[in-house]
Each structure stands twice: as C-alpha cells, then as structure tokens.
C-alpha cells in the first residue's frame, strides 16, 4: 500500500500570501493518478486537482498542482478568505485509493 | 447538476449491521465506477471501498474486508454500502463520490455523508 504523506500539518498564512502544500509518497505513483481535494468544515471534500496538474472544472487558476513520482504539490499562488480549509491528496493503485492526512491551511 | 444523496445512517450497537445507500442523479450513472470514503470524528479521509460501472469488480480497504459489501443497482441509480459487524472505530460519516470523468482514479463528486454512530 502506497502511503501519502504530507507536509506541513497546518500552514498559517495571510490572505494574498502564496501557499505551498507538500504531498509525498512512499513509492513511486502514476501523474494521471495523484488528485487534491479541498474540505471546508461540516461540508464534503470538492476535487481541485486530478492528474496531478489538471483543474477540475469550476477551480480558480491560482491553485495549480505539479509533480512526479514520490513528491507532488498543490500551490495557491495567492489565497483569497475561501481558501482557507484542509487539503488533501489523494493517489490511485492497486485497485486501492488512499489520502494523505491532510494539509490545514489557517488565517495568520 | 450532479447530486449524490446518502442515507441508511444512525446509531447501531457494536456487533450490530446497518445499510447505506446514495442515490445519484444528474449523470449516467451505469457508465462511472463509484466508491464510499468516511471521515472519522476530526480525523481525515479514508477510502472504504469501491465498485466497477456494472458492478462486476468490487474493491476494499483492509480495515472493511470481509465485513462490509458493496453492491450497486443500476436500473435504480443507487449505490449501497451493506455494513456487519461494526466496531466502535467504524464510527465515521460515510461520503458516497463518483469516479472521474477522466478515468476512476479520482472523484469528482461527493454527497454531503451519512453519520455513522457505533455505540453501545
């Protein structure tokens, strides 16, 4: 089972600011295979990114994904209040999907 | 518009079974491999299990195997989720989510859950 780890736990930034989320696997995934969601409190995840870099429909072009192999990230090149929430990362293999322990981005 | 509705969930005993169910509309529902994600109390995801479009392949995490079932009915657009043996740290709302368009390594949509409560 591959396992996603991801870092940091919680980023405290302020709006504008550019985040930067970490998201690295314990052996080697698939690009088409590594997705981000973003999860509000009391609400259910919503995909940003799958493919690695592909935006899902309806997604702001400040969050942007890249990546390959072990280590991937989502960045937010400038965070507006709604941004604000837990981020995830997500890979596909062996007919098994699995999540990193998520990423909190705070207001500063 | 896509929508996912889950249902089915409650309080149960330890021990005890309880069945969810996610009615999909707004899409072809027979045409996409669909999956159950939870979300412990202030934990994160963990992907629960999985199944093909016509239900022919089904898929689960270690934690869930051989006590849950997946099962789908496509002339009806739902998804369900048939859990025995529940143990306290099964606890969790339960996130019925929809494979990608672009193959079902993500999901591109989720309901809203179903909590699941195990207790005694």
Same mark, same amino acid.
């Given at each position: 089972?591959?396992?996603?780890? $991801?870092?940091?736990?919680?980023?405290?930034? *302020?709006?504008?600011?550019?985040?930067?989320?970490?998201?690295?696997?314990?052996?080697?995934?698939?690009?088409?295979?590594?997705?981000?969601? $973003? &999860?509000?409190?009391? &609400?259910?995840?919503?995909?940003?990114?799958?493919?690695?870099?592909?935006?899902?429909?309806?997604?702001?072009?400040?969050?942007?994904?890249?990546?390959?192999?072990?280590?991937?990230?989502?960045?937010?090149?400038?965070?507006?209040?709604?941004?604000?929430?837990?981020?995830?990362? $997500? $890979?596909?293999? *062996?007919?098994?999907?699995?999540?990193? &322990?998520?990423?909190?981005?705070?207001?500063? | 518009? %896509?929508?996912?509705?889950?249902?089915?969930?409650?309080?149960?005993?330890?021990?005890?079974?309880?069945?969810?169910?996610?009615?999909?509309? #707004?899409?072809?529902?027979?045409?996409?491999?669909?999956?159950?994600?939870?979300?412990?109390?202030?934990?994160?995801?963990?992907?629960?299990?999985?199944?093909?479009?016509? #239900?022919?392949?089904?898929?689960?995490?270690?934690?869930?195997?051989?006590?849950?079932?997946?099962?789908?009915?496509?002339?009806?657009?739902?998804?369900?989720?048939?859990?025995?043996?529940?143990?306290?740290?099964?606890?969790? %709302?339960?996130?019925?989510?929809? #494979? #990608?368009?672009?193959?079902?390594?993500?999901?591109?949509?989720?309901?809203?859950?179903?909590? %699941?409560? %195990?207790?005694?």
């Amino acid at each position: 089972e591959i396992v996603l780890t $991801q870092s940091p736990g919680t980023l405290s930034l *302020s709006p504008g600011e550019r985040a930067t989320l970490s998201c690295r696997a314990s052996r080697s995934v698939s690009s088409s295979y590594l997705a981000w969601y $973003q &999860q509000k409190p009391g &609400q259910a995840p919503r995909l940003l990114i799958f493919g690695a870099s592909s935006r899902a429909t309806g997604i702001p072009d400040r969050f942007s994904g890249s990546g390959s192999g072990t280590d991937f990230t989502l960045t937010i090149s400038r965070l507006e209040p709604e941004d604000f929430a837990v981020y995830y990362c $997500q $890979q596909y293999g *062996s007919s098994m999907w699995t999540f990193g &322990q998520g990423t909190k981005v705070e207001i500063k | 518009e %896509v929508q996912l509705l889950e249902s089915g969930g409650g309080l149960v005993q330890p021990g005890g079974s309880l069945r969810l169910s996610c009615a999909a509309s #707004g899409f072809t529902f027979s045409t996409y491999g669909m999956a159950w994600v939870r979300q412990a109390p202030g934990k994160g995801l963990e992907w629960v299990s999985g199944i093909s479009s016509t #239900g022919s392949n089904t898929y689960y995490a270690d934690s869930v195997k051989g006590r849950f079932t997946i099962s789908r009915d496509n002339s009806r657009d739902t998804l369900y989720l048939q859990m025995n043996s529940l143990r306290g740290d099964d606890t969790a %709302v339960y996130y019925c989510a929809k #494979g #990608g368009n672009n193959g079902w390594y993500y999901f591109d949509y989720w309901g809203q859950g179903t909590l %699941v409560t %195990v207790s005694s």
